[in-house]
């Protein structure tokens, strides 16, 4: 991928005339020329020129690309170490908020993910050309990010000088920076469109040596899809993985590699969380809209074709017995399919369908198993992430196989027996009578969802396991590249998520489904959330995560992420010495919830909700009230007691 449409050192970008820099800008455009845009590249470089010759050094680039979705910046420009990066409003008269926002991103991105500027001083620069003279910013906004400079097309220069007259840098070699690696870990929001636009997975994945690549997943996939089409077999494969790994991206990629691949397979992404469908499908038709002018309801259409809510593809083979369009199918969070009693229930109340007796598992590979030739299931399974009554979990999907289809071959990773996954089989009971083959790279290892640790999935673990020794060590290792802190006081983690977030990293209040006695805070799990508005409106809408009004539960946020969170913790999941009790109100009162599996799924709600910040998070625990026979204090204290005995800091 070219990185930029020009770049050079000073002295030539000054001889140069405007028309040739104009002609390789051209040249370099991959996409037809407005007149809009050679304007405003006329008008931008005219302006530097000016601005820059005063300087008399350095080097510039236009149109720098940010692989990870392929946004530009206007430009960059390298000098005595410092980058700064200019984003151009021609014509503008006032600095708007969020075409600072806009330039604060670029600042944000390239320090989070561009290997070079890891270490350096990036200075967001806002240049509104016919703006009225602000003050320059003074301070930085986070460590190695100047707070955004405001800047007309007068006085660019003055602002570069005072950058440097009170910064010292290293020199930096510009070609350096141009081929430094990029490594970035995208939202599975910006993932996906990202690949539906027709990006490879490599251009925005992160494959640094701690983290397993996701192409191998892709490829050992990929093998097993040809190897069963040539053979005319049948196979399923398990892709497990901590939070965060990359399980729904890896099975997105798999389904648009293969859709472009061989479109007579009609590889199809499944999944049963309507708001994680919801939010993609809407973000996709958004993005698509937006780029290419394309109706929204057709963009909505074929972002359709792509994503689909499992339910809709179960439902549509009960009236037939003809084999799907689809050759292969990917079902995200597989372990959240239902149980037999679950589905029959269901089947009987909503399709009049009285005597189903099938788990979801087995009703789902039946319906493939219907091809005459071949099929590939693949099941994306998350440890731990069962949440729900109902949810078979992974074992189901093993039984179903074992009983009904002994003739699939199965493919699974060597942590398949984990007992985030198996709850404590071995693998001969898990396994046994199937045949199978264990393929490493079917397990995703790593979390991508906090760029910043790779210990967060770890360190919960440990805290809700009750497992002290280990929790301190990984918070301890963890709380400096991403903060967890815990409060007392909402209002104080309001505004400490505020602080931290910059730009248009997103942030929100969460907490459990089972959170109830929370409503006298604000916080309120019974008023449902739009998931598709709450995660992808902006910071103007007072429905927006933004806002800390309205509170996504586990249902709604599981397998989505934010940047920051605030992580409401009730009186449902209360320590008491050295154990967790686990609780559900009901009308007006705690009952204590006794049975294992929905012991397991109030677990699971706390693991899901800890594991969604990309970069930190604020767990608040109210003090309760003694005249309240719901939220005594000793309800909250002794968690209180226990996360501050692993260490975590209280603001």
Same mark, same amino acid.
């Given at each position: 991928?070219?990185?930029a449409?020009?770049?050079?050192?000073?002295?030539?970008?000054?001889r140069?005339?405007?028309?040739?820099?104009?002609?390789?800008?051209?040249?370099?455009?991959?996409?037809?020329?407005?007149?809009?845009?050679?304007n405003a590249?006329?008008?931008?470089?005219?302006?530097?020129?000016?601005?820059?010759?005063?300087?008399?050094?350095?080097?510039?680039?236009?149109e720098?690309?940010?692989?990870?979705i392929?946004?530009?910046?206007?430009?960059?420009?390298?000098?005595?170490?410092?980058?700064?990066?200019?984003?151009?409003?021609?014509?503008?008269?006032?600095?708007?908020?969020?075409?600072?926002?806009?330039?604060?991103?670029?600042?944000?991105?390239?320090?989070?993910f561009?290997?070079?500027?890891?270490?350096?001083?990036?200075?967001?620069?806002?240049?509104?050309?016919?703006?009225?003279?602000?003050p320059?910013?003074?301070?930085?906004?986070?460590?190695?990010?100047?707070?955004t400079?405001?800047?007309?097309?007068?006085n660019?220069?003055d602002?570069?000088?005072?950058?440097?007259s009170?910064?010292?840098?290293?020199?930096? *070699?510009? %070609? !350096?920076?141009?081929?430094?690696?990029?490594?970035?870990t =995208?939202?599975i929001?910006e993932?996906?469109? @990202? +690949?539906?636009?027709?990006?490879?997975v490599?251009?925005?994945?992160?494959?640094?040596?701690?983290?397993?690549?996701?192409?191998?997943?892709?490829?050992?996939?990929n093998?097993?899809?040809?190897?069963s089409?040539?053979?005319h077999?049948?196979?399923?494969?398990?892709i497990?993985?901590?939070?965060?790994?990359?399980?729904?991206?890896?099975g997105?990629?798999?389904?648009?590699?293969?859709?472009?691949? *061989?479109? %007579? !397979?009609?590889?199809?992404f499944?999944?049963?969380?309507? =708001?994680?469908v919801?939010v993609l499908?809407e @973000? +996709?038709?958004?993005?698509?809209?937006?780029?290419?002018?394309?109706?929204?309801s057709?963009?909505?259409?074929?972002?359709?074709a792509?994503?689909?809510i499992?339910?809709?593809?179960?439902?549509?083979?009960?009236?037939?017995?003809?084999?799907?369009?689809?050759?292969?199918?990917?079902?995200?969070?597989?372990?959240?399919?239902?149980?037999?009693?679950?589905l029959?229930?269901?089947?009987?109340?909503?399709?009049?369908?009285?005597?189903f007796?099938?788990?979801?598992?087995?009703?789902?590979?039946?319906?493939?198993?219907?091809?005459?030739?071949?099929?590939?299931?693949?099941?994306?399974?998350?440890?731990?992430?069962?949440?729900?009554t109902g949810?078979?979990?992974?074992?189901e999907?093993?039984?179903?196989?074992?009983?009904d289809?002994?003739?699939?071959?199965?493919?699974?990773?060597?942590?398949?027996?984990?007992?985030?996954?198996?709850?404590?089989?071995?693998?001969?009971?898990l396994?046994g009578?199937?045949?199978?083959?264990?393929?490493?790279?079917?397990?995703?290892?790593?979390?991508?969802r906090?760029?910043?640790s790779?210990?967060?999935?770890?360190?919960?673990?440990?805290?809700?396991?009750?497992?002290?020794?280990?929790?301190k060590?990984?918070?301890?290792?963890?709380?400096?590249?991403?903060?967890?802190?815990?409060?007392?006081?909402l209002?104080?983690?309001?505004?400490?998520?505020?602080?931290?977030?910059?730009?248009?990293?997103?942030?929100?209040?969460?907490a459990?489904?089972?959170a109830?006695?929370?409503?006298g805070?604000?916080?309120?799990?019974?008023?449902?959330?739009?998931?598709?508005?709450?995660?992808?409106?902006?910071?103007?809408?007072?429905?927006s995560?933004?806002?800390?009004?309205?509170?996504?539960?586990?249902?709604?946020?599981?397998?989505?992420?934010?940047?920051?969170?605030?992580?409401?913790?009730?009186?449902n999941?209360?320590?008491?010495?050295?154990?967790?009790?686990?609780?559900?109100?009901t009308?007006?009162?705690?009952?204590?919830?006794?049975?294992?599996?929905?012991?397991?799924?109030?677990?699971?709600?706390?693991?899901?909700?800890?594991?969604?910040?990309?970069?930190g998070?604020?767990?608040?625990?109210?003090?309760g009230?003694?005249?309240?026979?719901?939220?005594?204090?000793?309800?909250y204290?002794?968690t209180?007691?226990?996360?501050?005995e692993?260490g975590m800091m209280?603001?």
């Open positions: 991928m070219q990185r449409f020009y770049s050079s050192d000073i002295q030539l970008f000054l140069q005339h405007e028309n040739t820099i104009l002609g390789e800008l051209t040249r370099n455009n991959p996409f037809s020329l407005e007149d809009l845009q050679r590249w006329l008008e931008e470089i005219r302006i530097l020129k000016r601005a820059l010759a005063e300087i008399g050094r350095g080097h510039i680039v236009f720098y690309t940010i692989p990870r392929g946004h530009r910046i206007d430009g960059v420009y390298i000098v005595d170490g410092i980058v700064f990066l200019l984003e151009f409003k021609v014509g503008s008269r006032e600095y708007a908020r969020h075409a600072m926002d806009q330039v604060t991103d670029y600042a944000l991105d390239l320090k989070n561009h290997k070079t500027s890891h270490n350096l001083l990036l200075v967001p620069m806002l240049i509104a050309t016919r703006a009225l003279v602000h320059f910013a003074n301070h930085e906004m986070k460590p190695g990010i100047w707070e400079i405001k800047c007309n097309q007068d660019i220069a602002a570069i000088r005072y950058i440097l009170i910064n010292n840098a290293i020199p930096l *070699d510009a %070609s !350096e920076w141009m081929s430094s690696p990029y490594a970035p =995208p939202t929001i993932a996906a469109q @990202a +690949l539906y636009r027709g990006h490879n490599t251009d925005i994945s992160r494959n640094d040596a701690s983290a397993v690549n996701l192409n191998q997943t892709t490829a050992a996939i093998e097993i899809i040809e190897k089409k040539h053979e077999k049948k196979s399923i494969c398990f497990t993985g901590v939070p965060g790994a990359g399980k729904t991206l890896a997105l990629n798999i389904a648009n590699e293969r859709h472009k691949f *061989d479109e %007579s !397979e009609h590889a199809v499944l999944s049963g969380n309507q =708001p994680l919801d499908q @973000a +996709l038709a958004r993005d698509e809209h937006e780029r290419l002018g394309v109706k929204k057709e963009a909505k259409t074929k972002a359709k792509f994503i689909q499992i339910h809709h593809f179960r439902d549509d083979a009960i009236s037939t017995s003809e084999a799907p369009t689809e050759k292969v199918a990917i079902f995200d969070e597989a372990q959240r399919a239902w149980t037999e009693d679950m029959s229930d269901f089947m009987a109340r909503k399709k009049g369908k009285p005597n007796l099938m788990s979801e598992p087995e009703f789902l590979i039946s319906i493939m198993d219907r091809h005459s030739d071949w099929a590939v299931i693949i099941c994306l399974i998350g440890g731990g992430q069962e949440i729900n949810e078979a979990g992974l074992i999907w093993f039984n179903s196989l074992r009983n289809f002994p003739n699939w071959d199965v493919y699974v990773s060597d942590k398949i027996t984990d007992t985030e996954y198996t709850r404590g089989l071995s693998m001969d009971a396994l009578g199937l045949k199978y083959t264990v393929v490493e790279t079917l397990h995703l290892a790593v979390s991508l906090s760029f910043r790779e210990n967060v999935a770890g360190f919960v673990k440990a805290v809700l396991d009750v497992d002290c020794d280990t929790a060590t990984l918070y301890s290792n963890l709380h400096q590249d991403y903060p967890i802190l815990i409060t007392r006081n209002d104080k983690a309001k505004e400490w998520i505020q602080s931290q977030a910059k730009g248009t990293e997103r942030y929100g209040v969460t459990s489904s089972g109830k006695r929370l409503r805070y604000g916080v309120w799990v019974q008023s449902k959330i739009d998931a598709t508005t709450w995660f992808l409106n902006d910071a103007n809408d007072v429905r995560s933004y806002f800390l009004e309205d509170t996504a539960t586990e249902f709604d946020i599981q397998g989505l992420e934010l940047d920051w969170t605030i992580v409401c913790w009730d009186a999941l209360r320590f008491v010495r050295d154990h967790f009790e686990h609780y559900s109100f009308g007006s009162k705690w009952m204590n919830i006794n049975k294992p599996e929905n012991v397991l799924y109030l677990k699971n709600a706390y693991r899901v909700l800890l594991t969604r910040a990309r970069q998070m604020i767990i608040f625990i109210p003090h009230s003694n005249s309240d026979p719901t939220r005594p204090h000793n309800y204290d002794g209180y007691h226990y996360l501050k692993i209280e603001i």
